[in-house]
């Protein structure tokens, strides 16, 4: 019986020393960080650097659950019905037509038939409140050209809603349907958003409602996405996820396990229209301040530094030599009034931050402009030849002030009113477009010495059919979203002399 335990006990104790020998080993490795080299038999190890033993430990992962952001986001989404009445053509006045196959072979009724009435056009996206009296942000591209709005919300309790307004340059659209005690979702904040970061997309893809789907951030400050890669006045700062997200979505909301609002989901990267794998939100940097100026002043004040930027690594390489950094925006150029020029920037600089916040492409840029209004100062960091320099620059909007610009400011600036010319008139002038000025009051067109009677023919290459087509002119201008900065008209009077008349809409 002795013997037995004592070869139990020398078991027990041959295990403890070994397991204890293994302890101190293992401790021993891990303080002198390094252990020697594992690789496979006859490969030489050649790379300079230590292998480290790293003590990850054995912590569980995260359990992530999604359920309270969910529950607390799904009412505050609505669905969006956006009508567009089809208008009948004009030409030849409602009248009937030959149908070619009675024409031939005697089919169908006589006299020819009816032309078919075109049918209007139904749109559908989702849209986000944001406020408890009603208002609710959305994709411009949802409401464009809609004569009529529907919101839907979650409960079935369906609202006409009206357009505030509207701002193609960043795709974000304000509107209001009338109504209290509205569920809301609160604004988070979308600059501290990691990569790697779960957030949730909500919206009504399919026109299926209240769906929500999970996933990563995949990237930040992604631009050059689609068309709007080509067009210089869009501002493109996504947020890149691959959370699901399908027709239907645009407008919804994107939000973090909090909660909180950090974008509007407003596109998907797909060669068939349905998601394939990413889609893009706006955000709420930018799409809060542009809902924000929408409510107060009828449009985006939007700042300007006036330069042409493009990412280092697109540099010309006849250039290439003076970029020492990889990341950041790189000054091409600058634009005729430049308030980033006036403060000492000069071409070849690379902004590197602003007021403190890390720039690392052209598109974050833009996106720390965009939280800015005209008149605001900002910190411009910048790498010029290898060195860092700083500069404070006031920002300006694209005419050069920093005056506030309203909607609607576009007839009150021309100071004039405008008709549409008949038929009749049209005749006896020998034209087949062109408005006429009616009326002067103190403005641009009196102080640049048009009279009443003048007839606008051309106003910067477009022809001029109705008093709204200038309208929209002179409104894209005061907003920024023009390259030019002035009104070029053509016309005429009515005793046959032709005039033409340049506008400075900065001055």
């Known amino acids: 019986m002795k013997n037995i335990w004592k070869n139990v006990l020398g078991v027990a104790l041959i295990a403890t020393i070994s397991s204890g020998a293994a302890i101190g080993t293992s401790a021993y490795l891990m303080n002198k960080n390094q252990r020697p080299a ?5 490969v030489e190890n050649t790379f300079k650097q230590p292998y480290r033993l790293t003590n990850y430990g054995t912590v569980a992962a995260e359990n992530i659950d999604f359920t309270t952001a969910a529950e ?19 030409e030849g006045g409602g009248q009937q037509y030959i149908d070619p196959f009675e024409y031939f072979f005697g089919f169908g009724g006589r006299g020819g038939f009816q032309r078919p009435q075109p049918q209007p056009r139904v749109g559908a996206g989702s849209g986000v409140i944001i406020s408890t009296d009603g208002y609710i942000i959305t994709n411009n591209h949802v409401i464009d050209g809609a004569d009529e709005l529907e919101v839907t919300m979650n409960d079935n309790r369906k609202f006409p809603a009206k357009i505030i307004g509207a701002d193609p340059t960043t795709d974000i659209a304000l509107i209001k349907i009338e109504a209290t005690d509205l569920p809301t979702i609160p604004f988070g904040d979308s600059e501290k958003l990691k990569v790697g970061e779960w957030v949730l997309a909500v919206g009504n893809p399919f026109n299926l409602t209240s769906t929500v789907t999970a996933g990563i951030v995949s990237a930040k400050s992604r631009g050059n ?31 973090n396990t909090k909660g909180e609002l950090v974008g509007i989901n407003t596109a998907i990267y797909s060669e068939t229209g349905n998601f394939a794998g990413y889609s893009f939100a706006v955000p709420i940097s930018i799409a809060g301040k542009v809902a924000n100026d929408l409510k107060q002043f009828g449009t985006v004040q939007r700042a300007v530094l006036g330069v042409l930027i493009q990412d280092p690594q697109y540099v010309a390489d006849a250039e290439k030599e003076k970029v020492k950094v990889f990341e950041g925006a790189y000054v091409g150029g600058f634009a005729e009034r430049s308030t980033a020029k006036e403060a000492g920037i000069e071409k070849g600089d690379v902004i590197v931050a602003v007021n403190g916040v890390k720039i690392k492409s052209s598109s974050a840029l833009q996106e720390q402009i965009s939280k800015y209004r005209p008149g605001d100062k900002v910190e411009l960091t910048i790498n010029r030849d290898g060195g860092t320099k700083k500069f404070t620059v006031e920002l300006r909007n694209a005419q050069g002030s920093t005056k506030v610009v309203k909607g609607g400011d576009g007839a009150e600036v021309m100071g004039a009113a405008f ?12 034209i087949s477009y062109g408005i006429e000025v009616t ?19 051309i106003v910067n290459n477009q022809k001029i059919s109705a008093p709204e087509d200038l309208e929209k002119i002179v409104e894209s201008i005061l907003r920024g979203r023009a ?6 008209i053509k016309g005429f009077y009515p005793n046959g002399r032709t005039k033409y008349y340049a506008i400075d809409l900065a001055e």
């Open 439 to 457: 009326g002067l009051t103190s403005g641009k067109l009196k102080d640049a010495g048009v009279k009443k009677g003048f007839i606008i023919m």
């Open 38 to 42: 594992e690789l496979a038999s006859g």
């Open 72 to 90: 607390s986001t799904i009412h505050g989404v609505v669905h969006i019905k956006a009508t567009a009445n089809a208008q009948a053509s004009s």
């Open 419 to 430: 008709k549409a010319l008949g038929d009749e008139q049209k005749r006896k002038l020998g």
């Open 483 to 488: 390259e030019d900065q002035g009104l070029f």
């Open 225 to 255: 996405i689609g068309a709007g890669g080509k067009d210089r006045s869009k501002i493109e700062s996504f947020i890149q996820t691959d959370a699901a997200v399908n027709p239907g979505n645009s407008g919804g909301a994107l939000v």
